[in-house]
Protein backbone atom coordinates (compact mmCIF):
# COMPACT_ATOMS: atom_id res chain seq x y z
CA UNK A 1 0.00 0.00 0.00
CA UNK A 2 1.04 3.32 -0.99
CA UNK A 3 1.10 6.70 0.42
CA UNK A 4 -1.22 7.35 -2.87
CA UNK A 5 -3.41 5.07 -2.12
CA UNK A 6 -4.64 5.83 1.32
CA UNK A 7 -7.79 7.80 1.65
CA UNK A 8 -7.59 11.24 3.39
CA UNK A 9 -8.78 10.13 6.31
CA UNK A 10 -6.89 7.41 6.91
CA UNK A 11 -3.69 9.18 5.96
CA UNK A 12 -4.52 11.86 9.25
CA UNK A 13 -5.82 8.88 11.44
CA UNK A 14 -2.07 7.18 10.78
CA UNK A 15 0.35 10.08 10.79
CA UNK A 16 -1.70 11.05 14.41
CA UNK A 17 -0.96 7.28 15.29
CA UNK A 18 2.95 7.70 14.03
CA UNK A 19 3.56 10.96 16.04
CA UNK A 20 1.80 9.28 19.04
CA UNK A 21 4.44 6.18 18.73
CA UNK A 22 7.43 8.36 18.00
CA UNK A 23 7.91 6.98 14.82
CA UNK A 24 8.60 9.84 12.79
CA UNK A 25 11.78 10.27 14.67
CA UNK A 26 12.48 7.26 13.85
CA UNK A 27 15.39 4.89 15.71
CA UNK A 28 16.76 5.21 11.56
CA UNK A 29 17.24 9.05 11.73
CA UNK A 30 18.49 8.96 15.03
CA UNK A 31 21.05 6.38 14.17
CA UNK A 32 22.07 8.64 11.08
CA UNK A 33 22.15 11.64 13.79
CA UNK A 34 24.46 9.65 16.22
CA UNK A 35 27.71 9.32 15.33
CA UNK A 36 28.97 5.57 14.47
CA UNK A 37 31.88 4.94 16.70
CA UNK A 38 34.39 2.31 14.66
CA UNK A 39 35.19 -0.88 16.72
CA UNK A 40 39.11 -1.38 17.21
CA UNK A 41 41.19 -4.28 17.22
CA UNK A 42 44.58 -3.53 18.05
CA UNK A 43 46.82 -6.48 17.08
CA UNK A 44 50.58 -5.94 18.58
CA UNK A 45 53.45 -8.54 18.42
CA UNK A 46 56.52 -8.72 20.26
CA UNK A 47 60.00 -8.00 18.29
CA UNK A 48 58.63 -8.29 14.83
CA UNK A 49 60.75 -6.69 12.47
CA UNK A 50 59.09 -4.77 9.29
CA UNK A 51 61.35 -6.87 7.10
CA UNK A 52 60.20 -10.16 8.32
CA UNK A 53 56.76 -8.63 7.02
CA UNK A 54 56.35 -9.44 3.02
CA UNK A 55 54.20 -6.58 2.44
CA UNK A 56 57.63 -4.35 3.77
CA UNK A 57 59.92 -6.55 1.72
CA UNK A 58 59.55 -10.06 0.10
CA UNK A 59 62.84 -10.96 0.50
CA UNK A 60 62.51 -13.05 3.78
CA UNK A 61 59.06 -14.55 4.58
CA UNK A 62 55.48 -14.54 3.18
CA UNK A 63 53.28 -12.86 5.53
CA UNK A 64 49.88 -13.04 3.63
CA UNK A 65 47.51 -12.29 6.47
CA UNK A 66 49.52 -9.07 7.45
CA UNK A 67 49.55 -8.44 4.11
CA UNK A 68 46.02 -7.89 3.53
CA UNK A 69 45.76 -5.36 6.67
CA UNK A 70 47.72 -3.40 3.58
CA UNK A 71 45.87 -4.05 0.77
CA UNK A 72 42.44 -3.57 1.73
CA UNK A 73 44.07 -0.64 3.90
CA UNK A 74 47.03 1.21 4.89
CA UNK A 75 51.09 0.55 4.76
CA UNK A 76 53.53 3.49 6.77
CA UNK A 77 56.85 2.97 5.42
CA UNK A 78 57.96 5.38 7.99
CA UNK A 79 56.94 4.38 11.45
CA UNK A 80 58.62 5.01 14.23
CA UNK A 81 59.25 4.04 18.67
CA UNK A 82 60.03 6.76 20.76
CA UNK A 83 62.32 4.21 23.09
CA UNK A 84 62.83 0.78 21.61
CA UNK A 85 61.80 -1.41 23.69
CA UNK A 86 59.16 -3.67 25.78
CA UNK A 87 57.29 -2.13 28.58
CA UNK A 88 58.26 1.54 27.56
CA UNK A 89 57.01 0.95 24.14
CA UNK A 90 53.94 0.22 25.56
CA UNK A 91 53.34 2.65 27.87
CA UNK A 92 53.79 5.05 25.37
CA UNK A 93 51.23 3.76 22.94
CA UNK A 94 48.59 3.40 26.01
CA UNK A 95 49.42 7.29 27.19
CA UNK A 96 50.05 9.23 24.08
CA UNK A 97 53.39 10.12 26.17
CA UNK A 98 57.12 9.73 26.35
CA UNK A 99 58.45 7.32 28.57
CA UNK A 100 59.91 10.35 31.17
CA UNK A 101 56.14 11.34 31.66
CA UNK A 102 54.51 8.44 31.79
CA UNK A 103 57.15 7.09 34.01
CA UNK A 104 58.02 3.84 31.95
CA UNK A 105 61.70 3.86 31.36
CA UNK A 106 62.59 0.76 31.17
CA UNK A 107 61.19 -2.92 31.97
CA UNK A 108 62.41 -3.12 35.36
CA UNK A 109 59.76 -0.72 36.79
CA UNK A 110 55.78 -1.11 36.78
CA UNK A 111 53.34 0.99 35.28
CA UNK A 112 51.65 3.70 37.38
CA UNK A 113 47.90 2.38 36.03
CA UNK A 114 46.19 5.40 38.04
CA UNK A 115 47.28 7.86 34.82
CA UNK A 116 45.46 8.51 31.78
CA UNK A 117 45.54 5.47 28.99
CA UNK A 118 43.55 5.62 25.60
CA UNK A 119 41.71 2.27 26.69
CA UNK A 120 40.54 3.99 29.83
CA UNK A 121 39.10 7.11 28.08
CA UNK A 122 36.99 4.84 25.40
CA UNK A 123 36.27 2.81 28.10
CA UNK A 124 34.59 6.03 29.87
CA UNK A 125 32.64 7.15 26.40
CA UNK A 126 31.16 3.61 26.35
CA UNK A 127 33.25 1.22 24.87
CA UNK A 128 33.87 -2.25 25.67
CA UNK A 129 37.54 -3.10 26.14
CA UNK A 130 39.56 -6.16 26.55
CA UNK A 131 43.24 -6.73 26.84
CA UNK A 132 44.48 -10.46 25.73
CA UNK A 133 48.32 -11.51 25.71
CA UNK A 134 50.90 -10.06 26.78
CA UNK A 135 51.86 -6.94 28.72
CA UNK A 136 54.28 -7.18 30.85
CA UNK A 137 54.40 -3.57 32.50
CA UNK A 138 54.00 -5.35 36.24
CA UNK A 139 50.81 -3.51 37.71
CA UNK A 140 47.76 -4.82 37.37
CA UNK A 141 46.14 -3.91 33.85
CA UNK A 142 43.66 -0.95 34.65
CA UNK A 143 40.87 0.51 32.01
CA UNK A 144 39.39 -2.65 30.41
CA UNK A 145 36.27 -4.78 30.85
CA UNK A 146 38.84 -7.89 30.52
CA UNK A 147 42.10 -9.09 30.73
CA UNK A 148 43.78 -12.05 30.38
CA UNK A 149 47.62 -11.75 30.13
CA UNK A 150 51.22 -13.94 30.22
CA UNK A 151 52.41 -13.61 33.17
CA UNK A 152 56.12 -11.68 32.68
CA UNK A 153 57.34 -12.30 29.01
CA UNK A 154 54.96 -15.48 29.22
CA UNK A 155 55.13 -19.56 27.74
CA UNK A 156 55.09 -19.94 24.55
CA UNK A 157 53.89 -23.57 25.34
CA UNK A 158 51.41 -24.27 27.59
CA UNK A 159 51.47 -21.18 28.93
CA UNK A 160 50.03 -19.53 32.41
CA UNK A 161 47.77 -16.16 32.33
CA UNK A 162 46.93 -13.92 34.67
CA UNK A 163 43.43 -13.87 33.82
CA UNK A 164 40.87 -10.91 35.59
CA UNK A 165 43.49 -11.09 38.87
CA UNK A 166 43.88 -15.12 38.51
CA UNK A 167 46.06 -17.40 37.39
CA UNK A 168 44.70 -19.48 34.82
CA UNK A 169 46.80 -22.11 32.75
CA UNK A 170 46.07 -22.89 28.97
CA UNK A 171 46.66 -25.80 27.07
CA UNK A 172 48.48 -24.98 23.71
CA UNK A 173 50.35 -22.46 21.89
CA UNK A 174 50.70 -18.92 22.53
CA UNK A 175 49.42 -16.96 19.18
CA UNK A 176 46.84 -19.61 18.73
CA UNK A 177 45.37 -19.09 22.55
CA UNK A 178 45.92 -15.12 22.14
CA UNK A 179 43.80 -15.33 19.03
CA UNK A 180 41.15 -17.97 20.43
CA UNK A 181 40.75 -15.82 23.83
CA UNK A 182 40.16 -12.46 21.67
CA UNK A 183 37.70 -14.39 19.61
CA UNK A 184 35.80 -15.90 22.52
CA UNK A 185 35.62 -12.08 24.15
CA UNK A 186 33.97 -10.97 21.01
CA UNK A 187 31.69 -13.73 20.71
CA UNK A 188 30.50 -12.91 24.07
CA UNK A 189 30.80 -9.33 24.12
CA UNK A 190 28.17 -6.62 24.65
CA UNK A 191 26.80 -6.15 20.94
CA UNK A 192 25.14 -3.17 21.70
CA UNK A 193 28.61 -1.06 22.48
CA UNK A 194 31.55 -0.61 20.35
CA UNK A 195 34.64 -2.37 21.46
CA UNK A 196 38.22 -1.87 21.42
CA UNK A 197 40.46 -5.17 22.03
CA UNK A 198 44.09 -5.04 21.97
CA UNK A 199 45.40 -8.29 21.20
CA UNK A 200 49.47 -8.89 21.99
CA UNK A 201 51.41 -11.47 20.49
CA UNK A 202 54.16 -12.73 22.78
CA UNK A 203 55.50 -13.86 19.50
CA UNK A 204 58.01 -13.22 17.85
CA UNK A 205 60.48 -12.88 21.13
CA UNK A 206 63.22 -15.00 22.02
CA UNK A 207 63.79 -17.60 22.37
CA UNK A 208 61.88 -18.35 19.43
CA UNK A 209 60.18 -21.15 20.13
CA UNK A 210 58.17 -22.71 16.70
CA UNK A 211 54.75 -24.67 16.91
CA UNK A 212 55.40 -27.80 16.18
CA UNK A 213 53.11 -27.92 12.83
CA UNK A 214 55.79 -25.59 11.83
CA UNK A 215 58.99 -26.88 12.67
CA UNK A 216 60.08 -28.13 9.02
CA UNK A 217 59.00 -24.73 7.75
CA UNK A 218 62.18 -22.70 6.11
CA UNK A 219 64.53 -25.97 6.76
CA UNK A 220 65.67 -25.72 3.25
CA UNK A 221 65.81 -22.30 2.99
CA UNK A 222 69.51 -20.69 3.25
CA UNK A 223 68.91 -16.78 3.82
CA UNK A 224 71.21 -14.00 2.74
CA UNK A 225 73.53 -12.31 4.79
CA UNK A 226 72.77 -8.56 5.38
CA UNK A 227 75.68 -6.54 3.88
CA UNK A 228 76.80 -5.72 7.14
CA UNK A 229 76.55 -9.00 8.70
CA UNK A 230 79.96 -9.13 9.79
CA UNK A 231 80.16 -5.21 10.84
CA UNK A 232 83.57 -4.19 12.49
CA UNK A 233 81.59 -0.66 13.94
CA UNK A 234 84.77 1.25 12.83
CA UNK A 235 83.76 4.66 12.12
CA UNK A 236 81.22 4.60 14.93
CA UNK A 237 81.54 5.19 18.84
CA UNK A 238 81.89 2.97 21.80
CA UNK A 239 78.07 2.10 21.85
CA UNK A 240 78.14 -0.29 19.10
CA UNK A 241 81.58 -1.46 20.08
CA UNK A 242 80.55 -2.19 23.47
CA UNK A 243 77.09 -3.91 22.74
CA UNK A 244 76.31 -7.19 23.83
CA UNK A 245 73.53 -8.14 20.58
CA UNK A 246 75.95 -10.13 18.27
CA UNK A 247 74.65 -13.28 16.66
CA UNK A 248 78.57 -14.14 16.45
CA UNK A 249 79.37 -13.70 20.66
CA UNK A 250 75.75 -12.95 22.47
CA UNK A 251 73.18 -15.60 20.71
CA UNK A 252 73.18 -18.50 23.14
CA UNK A 253 73.44 -21.46 21.78
CA UNK A 254 71.48 -23.59 23.93
CA UNK A 255 68.74 -21.23 24.79
CA UNK A 256 68.40 -19.53 21.72
CA UNK A 257 69.38 -22.14 19.19
CA UNK A 258 67.80 -25.05 21.19
CA UNK A 259 71.38 -26.97 21.17
CA UNK A 260 70.46 -29.10 24.41
CA UNK A 261 73.86 -29.41 26.46
CA UNK A 262 75.97 -26.69 24.27
CA UNK A 263 75.23 -23.79 26.80
CA UNK A 264 76.09 -22.75 30.38
CA UNK A 265 74.33 -24.25 33.11
CA UNK A 266 72.45 -20.73 33.83
CA UNK A 267 71.41 -21.09 29.89
CA UNK A 268 70.74 -24.90 30.20
CA UNK A 269 68.33 -24.19 33.17
CA UNK A 270 66.01 -21.51 31.70
CA UNK A 271 65.99 -23.55 28.66
CA UNK A 272 64.42 -26.79 30.77
CA UNK A 273 62.08 -24.28 32.57
CA UNK A 274 60.65 -23.85 29.14
CA UNK A 275 60.97 -27.43 27.77
CA UNK A 276 59.06 -28.79 31.23
CA UNK A 277 55.93 -27.22 30.08
CA UNK A 278 55.43 -29.59 27.04
CA UNK A 279 53.24 -32.59 27.47
CA UNK A 280 55.09 -35.90 26.54
CA UNK A 281 54.44 -36.38 23.42
CA UNK A 282 55.17 -32.54 22.54
CA UNK A 283 58.61 -33.02 24.21
CA UNK A 284 58.86 -36.07 21.96
CA UNK A 285 58.03 -34.30 18.40
CA UNK A 286 60.53 -31.18 19.55
CA UNK A 287 62.86 -33.68 20.71
CA UNK A 288 63.01 -35.59 17.46
CA UNK A 289 63.32 -32.42 15.13
CA UNK A 290 66.01 -30.57 17.36
CA UNK A 291 68.28 -33.66 18.16
CA UNK A 292 68.58 -34.14 14.62
CA UNK A 293 69.99 -30.59 14.13
CA UNK A 294 72.18 -30.91 17.49
CA UNK A 295 73.65 -33.88 15.96
CA UNK A 296 74.66 -32.38 12.76
CA UNK A 297 75.85 -29.31 14.47
CA UNK A 298 78.08 -31.48 16.67
CA UNK A 299 79.69 -33.12 13.59
CA UNK A 300 80.09 -30.19 11.67
CA UNK A 301 81.54 -28.02 14.98
CA UNK A 302 81.43 -24.54 13.12
CA UNK A 303 83.95 -22.28 14.25
CA UNK A 304 84.59 -18.89 13.54
CA UNK A 305 82.91 -17.14 10.64
CA UNK A 306 81.29 -20.10 9.97
CA UNK A 307 80.11 -20.58 13.48
CA UNK A 308 78.44 -16.92 13.06
CA UNK A 309 76.56 -18.13 10.07
CA UNK A 310 75.08 -21.19 10.96
CA UNK A 311 73.88 -19.38 14.04
CA UNK A 312 72.37 -16.72 11.76
CA UNK A 313 70.84 -19.20 9.98
CA UNK A 314 69.51 -20.96 12.72
CA UNK A 315 67.94 -17.69 14.26
CA UNK A 316 65.85 -17.23 11.31
CA UNK A 317 64.92 -20.17 10.51
CA UNK A 318 63.36 -20.55 14.18
CA UNK A 319 62.57 -16.65 14.03
CA UNK A 320 60.36 -16.69 10.93
CA UNK A 321 58.91 -20.47 11.90
CA UNK A 322 57.33 -18.26 14.84
CA UNK A 323 56.23 -14.59 12.52
CA UNK A 324 54.37 -17.15 10.38
CA UNK A 325 52.03 -18.62 13.26
CA UNK A 326 51.64 -14.98 14.40
CA UNK A 327 50.64 -14.29 10.54
CA UNK A 328 47.97 -17.27 10.66
CA UNK A 329 46.30 -16.44 13.74
CA UNK A 330 45.78 -12.77 12.04
CA UNK A 331 43.87 -14.79 9.24
CA UNK A 332 41.71 -15.84 11.33
CA UNK A 333 40.92 -12.85 13.16
CA UNK A 334 40.45 -10.98 9.69
CA UNK A 335 37.85 -14.12 8.89
CA UNK A 336 36.20 -13.75 11.95
CA UNK A 337 35.03 -10.00 10.97
CA UNK A 338 34.45 -11.20 7.80
CA UNK A 339 31.90 -13.81 8.86
CA UNK A 340 30.28 -11.21 11.65
CA UNK A 341 29.98 -8.16 9.10
CA UNK A 342 32.14 -6.59 11.28
CA UNK A 343 35.06 -5.66 9.07
CA UNK A 344 33.53 -2.20 7.32
CA UNK A 345 33.36 -0.77 10.80
CA UNK A 346 36.47 -1.91 12.35
CA UNK A 347 39.67 -0.17 12.10
CA UNK A 348 42.39 -3.18 12.74
CA UNK A 349 45.81 -2.09 14.05
CA UNK A 350 48.95 -4.67 13.01
CA UNK A 351 52.22 -3.28 14.92
CA UNK A 352 55.00 -4.82 17.40
CA UNK A 353 56.50 -2.80 20.48
CA UNK A 354 59.09 -2.28 18.23
CA UNK A 355 61.50 -3.41 15.24
CA UNK A 356 64.01 -6.05 15.45
CA UNK A 357 68.02 -6.56 14.08
CA UNK A 358 67.75 -9.98 11.55
CA UNK A 359 71.53 -10.11 11.01
CA UNK A 360 71.99 -6.00 10.36
CA UNK A 361 75.67 -4.87 11.64
CA UNK A 362 75.67 -8.74 12.90
CA UNK A 363 73.02 -8.28 15.43
CA UNK A 364 69.75 -9.34 16.88
CA UNK A 365 67.62 -7.41 19.77
CA UNK A 366 66.56 -3.99 19.77
CA UNK A 367 66.92 -0.75 21.77
CA UNK A 368 69.24 1.38 19.29
CA UNK A 369 67.94 4.39 17.42
CA UNK A 370 69.61 2.68 14.23
CA UNK A 371 66.72 2.39 11.58
CA UNK A 372 66.35 -1.82 12.20
CA UNK A 373 64.85 -1.07 16.10
CA UNK A 374 63.70 2.30 15.11
CA UNK A 375 61.16 1.21 13.09
CA UNK A 376 58.27 -0.76 13.79
CA UNK A 377 56.00 -2.25 11.12
CA UNK A 378 52.43 -0.20 11.04
CA UNK A 379 49.28 -1.43 9.04
CA UNK A 380 45.82 -0.32 9.61
CA UNK A 381 43.08 -1.08 7.95
CA UNK A 382 39.23 0.57 8.21
CA UNK A 383 37.33 0.29 4.91
CA UNK A 384 35.11 2.62 6.00
CA UNK A 385 37.61 5.46 5.90
CA UNK A 386 40.38 4.38 4.53
CA UNK A 387 41.31 3.72 1.02
CA UNK A 388 42.54 0.10 0.04
CA UNK A 389 46.66 -0.08 -0.73
CA UNK A 390 47.13 3.24 0.85
CA UNK A 391 50.83 4.16 1.23
CA UNK A 392 51.54 6.43 3.58
CA UNK A 393 54.84 8.05 3.61
CA UNK A 394 55.14 11.15 6.63
CA UNK A 395 56.97 9.91 9.53
CA UNK A 396 54.65 8.50 12.28
CA UNK A 397 55.54 7.79 16.22
CA UNK A 398 54.01 5.27 18.60
CA UNK A 399 53.11 8.31 20.54
CA UNK A 400 50.65 8.97 17.78
CA UNK A 401 48.20 5.81 18.17
CA UNK A 402 46.02 6.78 21.32
CA UNK A 403 45.15 10.23 19.59
CA UNK A 404 44.32 8.25 16.62
CA UNK A 405 41.97 6.14 18.38
CA UNK A 406 40.37 9.05 20.36
CA UNK A 407 39.98 10.55 16.89
CA UNK A 408 38.68 8.15 14.95
CA UNK A 409 35.73 7.69 18.56
CA UNK A 410 34.83 11.37 18.08
CA UNK A 411 36.27 11.95 21.42
CA UNK A 412 38.66 15.03 22.18
CA UNK A 413 42.33 14.51 22.63
CA UNK A 414 43.33 15.44 26.38
CA UNK A 415 45.97 17.83 25.96
CA UNK A 416 48.64 15.94 28.16
CA UNK A 417 49.20 14.08 24.49
CA UNK A 418 52.05 14.36 23.08
CA UNK A 419 51.24 12.41 19.57
CA UNK A 420 48.96 13.66 17.17
CA UNK A 421 46.56 11.62 15.49
CA UNK A 422 48.05 10.19 12.19
CA UNK A 423 43.99 10.46 10.72
CA UNK A 424 44.56 13.17 7.90
CA UNK A 425 47.36 10.84 6.73
CA UNK A 426 45.21 7.89 6.75
CA UNK A 427 42.52 9.74 4.80
CA UNK A 428 44.96 11.36 2.61
CA UNK A 429 44.23 15.16 3.38
CA UNK A 430 47.88 15.28 4.35
CA UNK A 431 51.12 14.14 3.36
CA UNK A 432 53.19 14.66 6.66
CA UNK A 433 52.47 15.34 10.57
CA UNK A 434 55.23 16.55 11.35
CA UNK A 435 59.71 17.18 10.10
CA UNK A 436 61.12 15.24 13.25
CA UNK A 437 61.28 12.97 15.03
CA UNK A 438 62.34 12.48 18.98
CA UNK A 439 63.88 9.34 20.69
CA UNK A 440 65.17 8.18 23.68
CA UNK A 441 66.84 4.84 25.57
CA UNK A 442 67.62 4.64 29.29
CA UNK A 443 68.26 0.80 30.00
CA UNK A 444 71.84 1.09 30.76
CA UNK A 445 73.09 -0.25 32.50
CA UNK A 446 70.91 -3.64 31.46
CA UNK A 447 70.33 -6.37 29.28
CA UNK A 448 72.60 -6.29 25.94
CA UNK A 449 74.53 -3.21 27.36
CA UNK A 450 73.18 -0.55 24.77
CA UNK A 451 74.33 2.58 26.36
CA UNK A 452 72.03 5.56 27.03
CA UNK A 453 71.12 7.80 24.75
CA UNK A 454 68.10 10.59 22.54
CA UNK A 455 68.15 11.70 19.20
CA UNK A 456 66.42 13.12 16.70
CA UNK A 457 65.61 11.53 13.05
CA UNK A 458 64.18 13.66 10.06
CA UNK A 459 63.41 12.41 6.66
CA UNK A 460 67.41 12.40 5.83
CA UNK A 461 69.44 12.48 8.48
CA UNK A 462 69.60 11.16 12.31
CA UNK A 463 71.78 12.88 15.06
CA UNK A 464 72.15 10.43 17.84
CA UNK A 465 73.72 11.39 21.76
CA UNK A 466 75.17 9.11 24.11
CA UNK A 467 75.75 9.70 27.59
CA UNK A 468 75.87 8.48 30.49
CA UNK A 469 78.94 6.89 31.13
CA UNK A 470 80.08 8.07 27.54
CA UNK A 471 79.87 11.26 25.84
CA UNK A 472 79.73 11.23 21.85
CA UNK A 473 77.35 12.02 19.15
CA UNK A 474 76.99 10.07 16.09
CA UNK A 475 75.25 11.82 12.74
CA UNK A 476 74.55 9.74 9.77
CA UNK A 477 73.43 10.76 6.21
CA UNK A 478 70.23 7.97 5.74
CA UNK A 479 70.33 8.91 1.63
CA UNK A 480 74.14 8.20 1.35
CA UNK A 481 74.62 5.56 4.08
CA UNK A 482 71.09 4.12 4.63
CA UNK A 483 72.90 1.16 6.47
CA UNK A 484 74.41 3.18 8.95
CA UNK A 485 78.06 2.68 8.88
CA UNK A 486 79.53 5.64 8.82
CA UNK A 487 79.09 8.26 11.69
CA UNK A 488 79.91 11.71 10.01
CA UNK A 489 79.45 13.37 13.24
CA UNK A 490 83.02 14.90 12.46
CA UNK A 491 82.93 15.69 8.68
CA UNK A 492 83.36 19.62 8.08
CA UNK A 493 80.65 19.15 5.01
CA UNK A 494 78.24 18.69 7.56
CA UNK A 495 78.85 20.98 10.24
CA UNK A 496 75.67 23.53 9.23
CA UNK A 497 73.13 20.88 9.18
CA UNK A 498 74.42 19.02 12.52
CA UNK A 499 74.03 22.73 14.05
CA UNK A 500 70.59 23.47 12.66
CA UNK A 501 69.39 19.56 13.87
CA UNK A 502 70.97 20.28 16.94
CA UNK A 503 69.13 23.54 17.48
CA UNK A 504 65.68 21.49 16.50
CA UNK A 505 66.39 19.19 19.03
CA UNK A 506 66.42 21.20 21.48
CA UNK A 507 63.09 22.76 20.49
CA UNK A 508 61.82 18.81 20.26
CA UNK A 509 63.27 18.31 23.77
CA UNK A 510 61.29 21.28 25.09
CA UNK A 511 58.45 20.85 23.48
CA UNK A 512 57.74 17.14 24.99
CA UNK A 513 59.60 18.84 28.41
CA UNK A 514 62.53 16.38 28.46
CA UNK A 515 66.06 17.84 29.80
CA UNK A 516 69.25 16.28 30.26
CA UNK A 517 69.04 16.46 34.25
CA UNK A 518 65.41 13.98 34.23
CA UNK A 519 67.57 11.65 31.78
CA UNK A 520 70.59 11.69 34.81
CA UNK A 521 68.35 10.82 37.58
CA UNK A 522 66.93 7.93 35.78
CA UNK A 523 68.00 5.32 37.81
CA UNK A 524 68.58 1.64 36.09
CA UNK A 525 68.32 -0.42 39.24
CA UNK A 526 69.30 -4.39 39.27
CA UNK A 527 69.66 -4.42 35.70
CA UNK A 528 72.65 -7.00 35.42
CA UNK A 529 74.54 -7.33 31.66
CA UNK A 530 73.22 -10.50 29.54
CA UNK A 531 76.15 -12.11 29.98
CA UNK A 532 76.35 -11.13 33.55
C1 LIG B 1 64.70 -10.80 27.83
C2 LIG B 1 65.66 -11.27 26.73
C3 LIG B 1 66.41 -10.08 26.14
C4 LIG B 1 65.45 -9.00 25.74
C5 LIG B 1 64.60 -8.60 26.93
C6 LIG B 1 63.62 -7.52 26.68
N1 LIG B 1 66.61 -12.19 27.27
O1 LIG B 1 65.42 -10.35 28.92
O2 LIG B 1 67.14 -10.54 25.00
O3 LIG B 1 66.14 -7.87 25.26
O4 LIG B 1 63.88 -9.77 27.34
O5 LIG B 1 62.77 -7.81 25.61
S1 LIG B 1 66.20 -13.74 27.45
O6 LIG B 1 67.42 -14.45 27.81
O7 LIG B 1 65.21 -13.82 28.51
O8 LIG B 1 65.65 -14.22 26.20
S2 LIG B 1 61.44 -7.03 25.53
O9 LIG B 1 60.93 -7.19 24.17
O10 LIG B 1 60.54 -7.61 26.50
O11 LIG B 1 61.76 -5.65 25.82
CA1 LIG C 1 59.61 -6.43 22.48
Known sequence: MTIKNIKPNRFFLLLILCIELGCINSSNSKQENKKVQPNIIYIMSDDHAQRAISAYGPDLNKTPNIDRIAKEGAIFKNSFVSNSICAPSRAVMLTGKFSHLNGQTDNLRSFDGS???YPKILQANGYQTALIGKWHLKSDPTGFDFWSVHIGQGDY??????EMGKTKRYKGYSPDIVKENGINWLENRDKEKPFAMLLHFKAPHRNWMPALSKLEMYEDKE????SNFFDNYENRGRASKEQEMSIYEDMELEWDLKMN?????FEKEKFER??????TEERQQWDAFYNKINEDFKSKNPQGKDLAIWKYQRY?????????SVDDNIGDVLNYLDEHGLAENTIVVYT???GFY????GWFDKRFMYEESLRTPLLIRYPAKIKPKTVVNGMVQNIDYAPTFLDYAGIDTPSGIQGESIRPLLEGKKDEIRDAIFYQYFEYPGPHAVKRHFGIRTSRYKLIHFYYDVDEWEFYDLEKDPNEMKNQYANPNYKAIIKELKIKLKDLRTKYKDSDDNNFKIQTQDLKSSKG
Open 115 to 117: QQT
Open 157 to 162: YNPDFK
Open 223 to 226: FDLP
Open 261 to 265: GAGTA
Open 274 to 279: KLSRFT
Open 316 to 324: LRDYLKVVS
Open 352 to 354: SDQ
Open 358 to 361: MGEH
